[in-house]
């Protein structure tokens, strides 16, 4: 038992179960299992019992597919009964690491990505899901995506769908200015101080604590130059001449380029500034596509993605983040089974397909063969973003997790959920603090955190 659980564990286990529940085809009609059919996870016995699914799709279409998903399995399986509960993204990682003093916890939930399931199986909380895996086929998921959330050859979780980090712009406010698209970070940098002008910023530097994206963007241009932001020893490497450079290039992106109360701003508030014209670049998955359809739909012809800039052009390419949004199961469970029937039951061709619709692009399919379906390939948005999935999706196929390029480690999940990068960066700019005294405060705050917490 890892330190930071050790104290939690003897409540944990006389905690009682809790239970969760999951999501399929908000059409149900077109599936046709038996509840014996959806059931191939228990070898045809009936399933019965009750089970409780936390997922943080709280967008209004992707809650209804989830809950059309649930709706759909309960009547294919009359004994069954699955409670959805929704909360944030934020408030997930909070709730279920309160959960293992409180008992509060589900059977089977999403996790933020590959990192967060190596701080729960830090914690011991995750059954295998082995057989899910199996009944759906291991070749069919990405083998990055299944290493990043093994222990000891044992698999605890499978991606749900998958996107990835790529620079999103402004065609028209490029075009207008005469000015091309930017491919080395310098360029950026220039392009985004030029754009910035009649009442648009040319980028936002977004800072609060309560997410990840000072870490994100420190994590881009360190691994443009071939560095981590971890050591090969798993130490946080935030003082490396690569590393101050980054902090002082979006520090200066942040003073020239982007609205003051952006120091404050979480992912939400940072994505909207894009989706509603107020910005010229942003860094994002698919999901820009679907922000700026439902805030300003005259905008759609006007944006485009291309791969992260570089530190010269000529560069090799790369790929800084790729995000595997995973399914994992409890071992506190009483029903693992119809977690592991459910699971499969969303991976359904028919049910599978009609959940990545909610989200066109920026939920891009985890599983091999789903992209060549007609009702996948059709989409309007596929078809009309085409391009930009071809992007995103080679950013996917060749791109890790934070941190991850030294392998699945508590580290890196820790890396992205403290807020500590987040706040050096605030330090920086409300305190002006200097920029290596800064970095070496987080850098040795981030390894007392490694070593409390991971082995």
Not at 56 to 72: H, I, K, L, N, P
Not at 335 to 348: G, N, Q, T, W
Request: hydrophobic fraction near 40%.
């Amino acid at each position: 038992m890892k330190k930071i659980f050790s104290m939690f564990l003897a409540a944990l286990l006389l905690s009682t179960c809790l239970t969760g529940c999951g999501d399929s085809d908000s059409a149900g009609g077109k599936n046709s299992q038996t509840p014996q059919q959806a059931n191939s996870s228990d070898s045809g016995k009936a399933l019965k019992g009750e089970i409780t699914f936390w997922h943080c799709f709280t967008q209004g279409v992707r809650m209804e597919a989830v809950q059309a998903a649930a709706d759909s399995f309960m009547k294919d399986n009359p004994d069954v009964t699955i409670n959805i509960e929704t909360m944030s993204w934020g408030d997930f990682n909070t709730k279920w690491k309160a959960g293992i003093t409180t008992g509060d916890l589900p059977d089977m939930s999403i996790a933020q990505n590959t990192g967060e399931v190596a701080e729960m199986l830090n914690a011991e909380m995750l059954a295998p899901i082995e057989n899910v895996v199996s009944a759906v086929g291991a070749d069919r998921f990405s083998e990055n995506a299944l290493a990043d959330m093994t222990k000891n050859d044992t698999k605890y979780g499978v991606p749900y769908y998958s996107h990835a980090q790529v620079m999103w712009y402004r065609q028209d406010l490029l075009e207008n200015a005469g000015l091309s698209v930017p491919k080395t970070w310098d360029q950026f940098r220039e392009t985004a101080a030029e754009l910035t002008k009649d009442g648009v910023y040319g980028a936002g530097v977004s800072m609060s604590p309560n997410d990840l994206l000072c870490t994100r963007y420190l994590n881009y241009y360190v691994r443009s130059g071939g560095g981590s932001l971890l050591n090969d020893d798993l130490t946080a490497n935030l003082t490396s001449d690569l590393a101050l450079d980054g902090i002082r290039f979006w520090v200066d992106v942040y003073q020239n380029c982007s609205p003051a109360e952006t120091i404050n701003y979480t992912v939400n508030d940072h994505a909207t500034m894009f989706y509603q014209g107020i910005t010229a670049f942003d860094f994002n998955s698919g999901f820009m596509i679907s922000g700026v359809a439902g805030n300003r739909e005259d905008l759609l012809d006007s944006i485009s993605c291309a791969p992260l800039p570089v530190m010269k052009e000529g560069d090799p390419y790369y790929s800084a983040e790729t995000t595997h949004i995973p399914l994992v199961i409890w071992k506190n469970s009483k029903h693992p089974e119809i977690c592991e029937a459910f699971i499969e039951y969303l991976f359904k061709d028919d049910n599978y397909v009609e959940f990545l619709s909610a989200v066109p692009v920026g939920m891009l399919p985890s599983l091999a063969g789903i992209a060549d379906l007609d009702a996948y390939k059709t989409n309007e948005t596929i078809v009309r973003f085409s391009d930009e999935a071809a992007v995103i999706t080679d950013a996917v196929n060749n791109g890790r997790a934070i941190g991850f390029e030294h392998g699945p480690s508590v580290q890196a999940g820790l890396l992205t959920s403290q807020g500590i990068i987040e706040n050096m960066f605030q330090d920086i700019v409300t305190n002006g603090t200097d920029v290596a005294e800064a970095a070496k405060n987080a850098e040795t705050r981030l390894n007392e955190i490694f070593s409390t917490q991971a082995e």
